[in-house]
């Protein structure tokens, strides 16, 4: 059966498959479900969809890609998986393993299936340690996400709620789950699903309880995503799902405030055109004249690499003092102060030395890096320069007397430059709950919850996924995936 979800009364609905949450699995998971012939309703509770995926770099590791093969490269799934064990570090020995080859095996697929749908894609480039260049980076931004996934959903018939928060998984009398309960435009819903509840409602980034039971140190520094709450991890262990790998988070990371007001670049929609322009542009045009383009996009959302503290930076926080050892991970000492906010100061000498390469100050994965010129052309509200300390804090509103106690000693060349504030956020945590290779949920005994699956970051089973490239690669592996299985379940 397709087409929409049918009515049922004044608070009360059904679908063959509801899918909790509209990111990049969740469109995903929806269409491919509605694809395979089931009713879908989605419910997202932010007023628009898109998730964490419109603020990722959006880029996709894959191998055997179509563009690959244009460019001569021969690559294999077997050479990604075996890549990947050079990101794992100590958490190498909890990695589901399986779920890695899930995602290898089908990430060219993922791609292409993407590009079918309008999707435009810049690559492949390198991105070592991978031995090949596999990383394919989605132009015009990650917005195009978000955006194809909507219009092919919508084509396929499938409904989406927004504003709609599911509170509940309702169960049937097996012990699965046969619908949600929600809350949509204040009314309290009950949404029947005849065939399956597939939860792709993020990681929990920015979710203060499951961050204090997880790592406690956490929490209370942000998420770069701020309704990643861990909903759909918190709706399933309700009734008896596990969550596997809760201490895997990538963070606190040092990241730039994005601009009050954006660019009319920035403001362009990531329509079809657009993105083949930007592609042909990349492959063909000189990097001096189509650079300043892709810039004005990717300074919006960057942060500093350590580099940059290496070579002599040093960070200040709003009362104008040094408060950390630049030399050591500062993004916890960051966060504890006044505003949770830090500005970085250099001088003259170095901000020259970081203004080509090889010396970036922020990285694009794929794309481009970012040097100073970058950001005094694009951020001009964060970058400030002042001949003495004194006028620095003028231009920067720090107090100068503490500025000037705490460059005292320094012999730094005039001018002196600022780039500011920076803020310590989570970009993303890898606990997901358990699930098998069609992305049901298991409970804390490894049986199956019958009638739920789960999906990117909610469903990640175990599955590690650091480095460029995975995490949005498998939100829409996953999503695919469990949005087929869903809609073949026995109504």
Known sequence: MSGSSSRQGGDVEAADVVVVGGG???????????????????LEKNPIPGGSSRLSVGSINAAGSRLQQHAGIIDSPDEHFDDMDHFMGPFASQENRALRRLLVDNAADTLHWLMSLGLSFYGPTADPPHRHPRMHNVLPNSRAYPYYLSKEAKRRGVRVLLGAEVTELLRAEDGGVCGVEALVG??????????????????????AAMKARFRPELENIPGVNPTATGDGHRLAEAIGARIVNGDVVFGPGLRFGAPAKPSLVQRLPPSWALGKLMSVALATLPAALFRPFVMSFMTASLGPE???????????????????????????????QPGGQAWLLFDDALARKFSAAPNHVSTAP?????????YRRHRKDLYRTGATPAALARATGLPADALESTLRDRQWQSPLHALGPLEARIVITDGGLAVNGSHQVLRADDTVIPRLYAAGAAGQGGLLLAGNGHHICWAVTSGRRAGRFAAKAAA
């Open 24 to 42: 990049a699995s969740g469109l995903a998971a929806a269409i491919e479900a509605a694809a395979a012939g089931a009713s879908v309703l989605v």
């Open 186 to 207: 204040g009314r309290r819903m009950k949404i029947t699903a005849r065939r399956g509840v597939v939860l792709c409602s993020g990681d929990y980034s920015n979710g």
């Open 306 to 336: 350590a580099s940059l503290l290496r070579s002599g930076a040093v960070l200040v926080n709003r009362n104008g003092e040094r408060f950390v050892d630049e030399q050591q991970a500062p993004g916890l000492a960051i966060a504890a």
């Open 366 to 374: 794929g794309v481009a890096f970012a040097y100073l010129p970058d």
